[in-house]
C-alpha cells in the first residue's frame, strides 16, 4: 500500500510561508510525489509533482531530500483563498494498473 | 482542459436499491478512478480500471462493482445500497507522460436513508 503520512491540519495566517511534509518511507525508484489541494465540496486539482531535488510552479515549490522519504510542500505568502486539504501521493510513471492512494490530507486554515 | 463529468451532484437512494454512478472523460485516458471520501477519512480508493473491460479493486470495493464498457465511461454500482454507503463520491481520470496526473469530477454526494 503506497501510504503517506501528513499532519491532519495546519493554521497560517496571511502573507506568511506554509511547509507541509509528508513522509512517504516505502517509495520506490519509479515513484514521483505529488500534491493535490481540495476545496470544500470540490474535487482535488493538481498542485505539483516532482522526483527528486526541488520543483518549482507559479502556485508551490517541491523540496525533496536525497533520500526521497519525505517532501514538503512550500506555499509562499499563502492568503485566505489557500485554505483547503492537501494531499501528497506517490505514483510510477509506468503506465495503467498502478493504484492511487490518497491519504487523510492535511487540513491548512488561514486567517487574517 | 480535461473535463471529467459526473451525472449527478446529488442522489437519495433507499436501503437495497441498485444505484449507478456515472463518470464521463473527454480526453480518451486509459485510466479511470473511483473514490469515497468521508469526514476524517480522506480519499479512500474504491476500484480503478486500465482499460476498456479491465478493472482492479482498490482498498474498499466490498460493496461495490464498476462497469467500462466504453473508453470514456466508468460506472460505479452498488448492487444494495446500504446506510454506511452515504458519501461523497469521487470520478477521476488519469493523464500519461510527462506531466501525469489526475483529473477529478465534482463528486456526487449520495445519501442512502
Known amino acids: 500500500l503506497a501510504k503517506t503520512t501528513q499532519p491532519i491540519s495546519m493554521d497560517s495566517y496571511e502573507g506568511q510561508e506554509v511547509n507541509i511534509t509528508c513522509s512517504h518511507n516505502?517509495?520506490?525508484?519509479?515513484?514521483?510525489i505529488t500534491w493535490y489541494q481540495q476545496f470544500p465540496s470540490q474535487g482535488p486539482r493538481f498542485i505539483i509533482q516532482?522526483?527528486?531535488t526541488k520543483v518549482t510552479n507559479e502556485v508551490a515549490s517541491l523540496f525533496i531530500p536525497a533520500d526521497r522519504k519525505s517532501s514538503t510542500l512550500s506555499l509562499p505568502r499563502v492568503s485566505l483563498s489557500d485554505t483547503a486539504v492537501y494531499y501528497c501521493?506517490?505514483?510510477?510513471?509506468?503506465?495503467?494498473?498502478?493504484?492511487?492512494?490518497f491519504g487523510t490530507g492535511t487540513q491548512l486554515k488561514v486567517e487574517l | 482542459d480535461v473535463k471529467v463529468t459526473q451525472s449527478s451532484r446529488y442522489l437519495v437512494k433507499r436501503t437495497g436499491e441498485k444505484v449507478f454512478l456515472e463518470c464521463v472523460q473527454d480526453?480518451?485516458?486509459?485510466?479511470m478512478f473511483w473514490y469515497r471520501q468521508d469526514p476524517g477519512l480522506g480519499l479512500r480508493l474504491i476500484y480503478f480500471?486500465?482499460?476498456?473491460?479491465?478493472?482492479e479493486k482498490g482498498d474498499i470495493p466490498e460493496g461495490y462493482s464498476v462497469s467500462r464498457e466504453k473508453k470514456e465511461r466508468f460506472s460505479l454500482i452498488l448492487e444494495s445500497a446500504s446506510t454506511n454507503q452515504t458519501s461523497m463520491y469521487l470520478c477521476?481520470?488519469?493523464?500519461?507522460?510527462?506531466?501525469?496526473?489526475?483529473?477529478f469530477g465534482s463528486g456526487t454526494q449520495l445519501s442512502v436513508l
Open positions: 477521476a481520470s488519469r493523464s500519461e507522460g510527462e506531466n501525469e496526473k489526475l483529473f
Open positions: 501521493l506517490y505514483l510510477r510513471l509506468t503506465g495503467g494498473g498502478n493504484k492511487l492512494t
Open positions: 516532482g522526483y527528486k
Open positions: 516505502n517509495i520506490a525508484t519509479n515513484d514521483y
Open positions: 480526453m480518451d485516458h486509459e485510466n
Open positions: 480500471s486500465y482499460d476498456v473491460k479491465m478493472k
